[in-house]
């Protein structure tokens, strides 16, 4: 197992899986702009290292994350403010940009860009104590950015619905609006979250990339521009190696032994 911590996230890496967890319980685990700064390097650097094939982003105390910490949102100018919500902004490209898919963990509170980040994430797990909201409505900041992801993830409507009234959702109607993949009671969260992770990577690493990185290329294109797009991808996934080796092991039923493992 490799540990490491800094200011403002852990990582701990075994087996192939990277956790890394916000670790500032006392702000709710606000996402500060140091903290999204260091956030988004980890990211990349787990992105860039071939021995991690998923991430899981978790929250330390009683919040996944309450969102934007406020104090930082309070009398300043254009490019502070700028500076802010491009590097939020940028988090939530490094998680769609690397070749891992993401896993969120989201024990208890997940509001504004906290619930943004749920979003963003390729998957989630919810406990059943978990709670989501984009309150900004309520102080007089509209959740612009955070309606980007949760308006992909759950639909115009019910988007919609969460950022005019600002009123948070649970876990179940999180699970049925499409926001989490499953609930899971909070004892066995983080054992459900590591399961799901060990599934996604006894797959190959390379083609596990290409289908995510195939996945949001097409998402929001027409069907015809989608099916042009993948058809150019599957041709060239089907001359990968792993492609190659793991047809062959269905055939001669036996494990696959993916390139580098």
Partial sequence: MQTSNSAHTSLEQVDGIAVVTLRHPAKRNALSLAMMRELSERLRAIGNDPAVRVVVIAGEGAAFSAGHDLSELRGR?????????????????????????????????????????????????????????????????????????????????????MLLTGEPIDAATACEWGLVNRVVAPEHLHDSVLALARRIAEASATVVGIGKRAFYDQVDLDDREAYERTKRVMVANAQEEDAQEGIGAFLDKRQPHWRGD
């Fill in 77 to 161: 100018d254009d490019a502070a403010y700028r500076e802010i919500f491009d590097a939020c902004v940028d988090l939530m490209e490094a998680i769609r940009e690397i070749p891992q898919p993401v896993i969120a963990e989201v024990a208890r509170v997940a509001t504004a860009a906290g619930c943004q980040l749920v979003a963003a994430c390729d998957l989630a797990v919810a406990s059943t104590e978990a709670t989501f909201a984009t309150p900004g409505v309520r102080i007089g900041l509209f959740c612009s950015t955070p309606m980007v992801a949760l308006s992909r993830a759950v639909g115009r409507k019910r988007a919609m619905e």
